[in-house]
């Protein structure tokens, strides 16, 4: 955080310097368009081929083959997930969240990207409908869906409070990696990643640039529905935050469960092709 008394003068140039408006760092009208209408079009007819409930304070896994859909649906109570995907073909590849908030901004809604990582960085879902997008930013700067949290986890909640929960977001998703691929928890915690914060409000504090939660505006109905690009591995954790008012990394909080649901459309959508990996050499200079 900034020092509430800087140490070191102004300079007499400070005012000019602060003045320079921002530019973008990643403009992204060099990106295809995801054809929104067509996803859309594709869900005419679709079946539903499987759902998934999440526990409250703990986490499921899922696969979704490239070409369906997936929903995350708020039942029973405001409750935030914690979403986890990795490609299910070599989990190598997974969800970025840095370059995806880089991309697309702190929070994410309909037409947004969940791009994987180096050296891959393509494009793994796509966003197609949020009953959430409604509430965009409000009085504070908070928004829902972010991508600047990264996860409770038992190692920041040692540091702070110096006692021991095993039921925080990382060791609900590292659980639930370690079930769905068959692997000891050393291994599987090594996969887990930072997540898309599904419905769940944040913001930064404008005075300090703290990272904030709110209570989520998510009420049971409320979804948050995918396209698969690729095979897909999600794993999904009910936070021990629940509304996310309050605490986490507890058992205080009031929790609900979350349902995840695979739709298998009748056709692709038009013109729809899985994407190619990044296109970069790999050469980094030599
Ligand atoms: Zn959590």
Redesign the pocket.
């Known amino acids: 955080m900034k020092l509430r008394q800087p140490e070191t003068a102004a300079p007499a140039d400070s005012a000019a310097r602060m003045q320079v408006a921002p530019v973008i760092c990643y403009p992204v009208d060099t990106l295809p368009i995801p054809d929104l209408d067509g996803y859309r079009a594709a869900r005419d007819g679709w079946t539903k081929v499987s759902e998934v409930l999440v526990p409250p304070r703990d986490a499921a896994s899922f696969t979704v083959p490239a070409g369906h859909f997936f929903r995350i649906v708020s039942v029973e109570g405001p409750q935030?997930g914690?979403l986890d995907l990795w490609n299910a073909n070599d989990t190598g590849e997974r969800f970025f969240s840095g370059k995806t908030r880089a991309l697309h901004g702190t929070h994410l809604s309909t037409g947004d990207r969940l791009w994987s990582n180096l050296p891959y960085l393509r494009p793994i879902a796509t966003i197609t409908q949020d009953t959430l997008d409604w509430y965009g930013f409000d009085a504070w700067g908070g928004a829902v869906h972010d991508v600047i949290g990264t996860?409770?986890d038992p190692y920041t909640n040692m540091l702070l409070n110096g006692s021991e929960y095993h039921h925080?977001?990382?060791s609900?998703l590292t659980r639930a990696f370690a079930d769905a691929v068959d692997s000891g928890l050393g291994a599987a915690e090594l996969q887990v990643h930072d997540v898309l914060n599904v419905f769940m409000c944040t913001g930064f504090t404008r005075d300090t640039g703290q990272y904030f939660m709110k209570t989520t505006p998510v009420r049971p109905g409320d979804f948050l529905e995918f396209f698969a690009e690729i095979d897909l591995l999600g794993a999904l954790?009910a936070?021990?935050?629940g509304d996310?008012g309050s605490k986490?990394?507890s058992d205080v909080a009031v929790c609900h469960p979350l349902l995840v649901e695979i739709y298998r459309p009748r056709t692709a959508p038009v013109g729809w092709q899985p994407p190619a990996r990044n296109g970069y050499s790999g050469s980094h200079g030599r």
């Open positions: 935030v914690d996860r409770c925080c977001c990382h609900n954790s936070c021990p935050g996310c986490h990394s």
